[in-house]
């Protein structure tokens, strides 16, 4: 079923391994095969807002057994990529616990003066205030970076506005657009695979979403699978230009995989 030889494996979370804090099918056994075969994985997240030791946390809940070093999200890439970009640089950051403590333990100083980077990431609240600084920052010559392009987020009320919505706001303010580091950006892709020491050609990427997870994967050379147990039917897979490597209905066809 799998068309290369596959010596590692990044999986998306939510829609993957769990829908609002319940594991799904074959998710725990996904990952106990991964663990037992000591094969080099990453959980990736386009979420922002929790830190790896929440997220380990929230899955252990739902009975998924992940450690820490072995989940990266965008806001651990976005860290990881300005730090490159500008070394111990300053920014202001519109986001929660996920994105500042990523961008302090990246060498970064949070600051409202003068700051290198705007860096917009998720928040359950976010403060008009807080978008009117950020556009007079930018305007004053702050780079603008997001930490990922989704624009709405699952809640169990009904759908949220997300970063990519507010990053749009912002951007017709300014007229400036953002720097978007989170899926489908293969600057990801790239980070993780780096992570954990694996090559593209012997990678697989499984995922719910065909914008972000499966373009991600298929940009940076990736197997992918396509899972149908979170945002994307099979009818809407006909919609876009491009396919995956497999459809399967969940993660637990896949684990017999490993």
Not at 196 to 206: D, L, N, Q, R, Y
Request: glycine share 8%.
């Amino acid at each position: 079923m799998i068309e290369r030889t596959t010596e590692a494996w990044l999986t998306d979370m939510d829609g993957v391994l769990v829908h609002e804090g319940t594991a799904l099918p074959g998710g725990p056994e996904f990952i106990k095969a991964l663990r037992e075969k000591e094969l080099p994985f990453l959980v990736l997240t386009n979420n922002s807002i929790f830190t790896p030791r929440d997220l380990r946390a929230r899955l252990a809940y739902s009975g998924i057994d992940v450690p820490e070093e072995n989940l990266w999200t965008s806001a651990l890439a976005t860290a990881q990529f300005v730090a490159d970009q500008i070394p111990n640089g300053s920014a202001y950051a519109i986001g929660e616990a996920g994105l500042t403590t990523a961008l302090h333990q990246a060498g970064y100083t949070l600051t409202e003066s003068d700051p290198d980077y705007v860096v917009l990431g998720e928040t359950r609240t976010y403060s008009f205030e807080a978008i009117t600084k950020a556009i007079r920052l930018i305007v004053g010559g702050a780079r603008f970076i997001c930490t990922n392009p989704d624009v709405t987020g699952p809640s169990q009320e009904g759908l949220l506005p997300a970063a990519g919505s507010v990053a749009a706001m912002i951007a017709a303010a300014t007229g400036r657009q953002p720097y978007y580091v989170g899926k489908p950006n293969p600057v990801l892709f790239r980070s993780a695979l780096n992570l954990i020491g694996a090559h593209s050609e012997s990678t697989t990427m499984v995922g719910d979403r065909m914008d972000t997870d499966i373009l991600g994967g298929m940009e940076a050379g990736l197997e992918t699978f396509l899972v149908l147990t979170g945002s994307t039917s099979a009818d809407e897979v006909e919609k876009y230009p491009f396919r995956p490597s497999h459809v399967v209905n969940s993660i637990a066809d896949i684990v017999d995989l490993v």
